[in-house]
């Protein structure tokens, strides 16, 4: 037994996917590099959703409604919830403030210090990793300019 929505909508996401990657063949290179890395996976995950569809041999199971972990206490869901808030809140601020190219290793290097409480070798190394992956692809090979952060401007270090 399938699910005639979940077939449907797989049908029509690969539908729409297939059209983006389609289109964005004659696009000049840089123009068409976005819908083809996201076009080609999603049609890809599409399909793979129609054929368990169609050919998955177990009856679809009842939708669940979302819930929260229960066997925690309150207070503890909800001071895990504000900190995540917290570090997403915090690496908007350091954006603005300094620029991306300073907040993504700095939120980095600090996410697995304080709170990951990683060592000082493995937090800088994996922080320089992410830095040098991020600044080759999006600043090098990409060429996509990130605005300085308000306090290079405020300063006139931009």
């Not at 983006?20 to 999603?42: D, E, M, Q, R, Y």
């Not at 890809?44 to 409604?65: I, K």
């Not at 709170?115 to 990409?142: A, I, K, N």
Request: contains cysteine.
């Amino acid at each position: 037994m399938y699910s005639k929505a979940s077939l449907v909508l797989g049908f029509s996401i690969m539908i729409f996917s297939a059209w983006a990657v389609i289109s964005a063949t004659a696009w000049p290179w840089k123009a068409a590099l976005f819908p083809l890395v996201i076009g080609i996976p999603v049609f890809c995950l599409a399909a793979a959703e129609v054929l368990w569809v169609l050919l998955g041999s177990t009856p679809q199971e009842q939708a669940m409604d979302f819930q929260l972990s229960t066997h925690l206490p309150r207070k503890t869901m909800l001071q895990r919830t504000l900190v995540s808030v917290g570090w997403i809140v915090g690496f908007f601020a350091a954006i603005v403030l300094v620029g991306f190219l300073i907040a993504v290793p700095l939120f980095v290097f600090l996410y697995l210090k304080v709170q990951g409480r990683e060592g000082w070798v493995f937090s800088s190394v994996f922080t320089l990793v992410v830095w040098v992956f991020f600044y080759g692809l999006f600043d090098q090979l990409l060429h996509l300019p990130f605005p300085d952060g308000w306090i290079q401007v405020w300063t006139g270090l931009n």
